[in-house]
Nanobody, 117 residues
């Protein structure tokens, strides 16, 4: 069974920073791709940043230059460094992953990020 657990969310002032962590565990060798999604109240879930094995990364335009996604070597651990946070970044952030050769997505339970003064 594959599990993803997010941590690192919280309340931060505009302009501040947070670092989210997604730790994967279970009967896995390595995830083929991992990504961070977010969902704000009344809005659709959106892909914020993704990383594919080989460390190819991509970002939604609204966070490019402010957020950095990274992965810890061959470990199934992923990070999202969020800098220059804005109130519109407020959302539940969810970790997503795919195993090699498996079309099923795996999801974490989410971690709340609130950007407010």
């Amino acid at each position: 069974q594959v599990q993803l657990v997010e941590s690192g969310g919280g309340l931060v002032q505009p302009g501040g920073s947070l670092r989210l962590t997604c730790a994967g565990s279970g009967t896995i060798s390595s995830f083929w791709s991992m990504g961070w999604y977010r969902q704000a109240p009344g809005k659709q879930r959106e892909l914020v940043a993704g990383i594919i094995r080989g460390n190819r990364t991509d970002y939604v335009d609204s966070v490019r230059g402010r957020f950095t996604i990274s992965r810890e070597g061959t470990k199934n651990t992923m990070y999202l460094q969020m800098d220059s946070l804005k109130p519109e970044d407020t959302a539940v952030y969810l970790c997503n992953a795919y195993l090699s050769g498996n079309p099923r997505p795996y999801w974490g339970q989410g971690t709340q990020v609130i950007v407010s003064s």
